[in-house]
């Protein structure tokens, strides 16, 4: 029995999703610079996260996307201990010198993504893993929705 994979789908939605990021991060041209944020702040959320919620999300993921969320992980010892500033400064240091793009703009944009393309559960049992001081910088660019806010 043989499988036919189709490859140009799966890149298509990747690519997608690069678009989708440079146009929230105000470079809709440059999808390296997408690539660099959705790399650095996948991978960060995923140290910070437990295995459980980890392939919860991966399982949510396009292929390739889920390729890039898995590049290099290593399940052993996590999550790993970060507070808010050592958390954001993985960002920062993952985007590197030639990356414009703030690690803050990176945080902002790659939840607004992962919330617009993921489910909003999957995305805020992540949230309610992390510390009190990674949680306020979340709620700054997405408040926990509320009770009242479903009834609307």
Known sequence: MST???FEK???EANEWLFEIGDRAGFPDRTDW???CLK???HTLRDRTTLEEVFQLSAQLP???RGIYFEGYKPFGKPDKLNAEKF???IREGLGNTNPITAEDAFRVILETLYDRTSVGEMDDI???MPKAIQKIWNKYRPLETESDWME
């Open 63 to 65: 292929v390739l996307i």
């Open 127 to 129: 949230r309610g893993q």
């Open 4 to 6: 036919k994979v189709n």
């Open 34 to 36: 997408a690539y660099g």
């Open 40 to 42: 650095t702040v996948l």
């Open 10 to 12: 799966h890149c298509k």
């Open 88 to 90: 954001m400064i993985r």
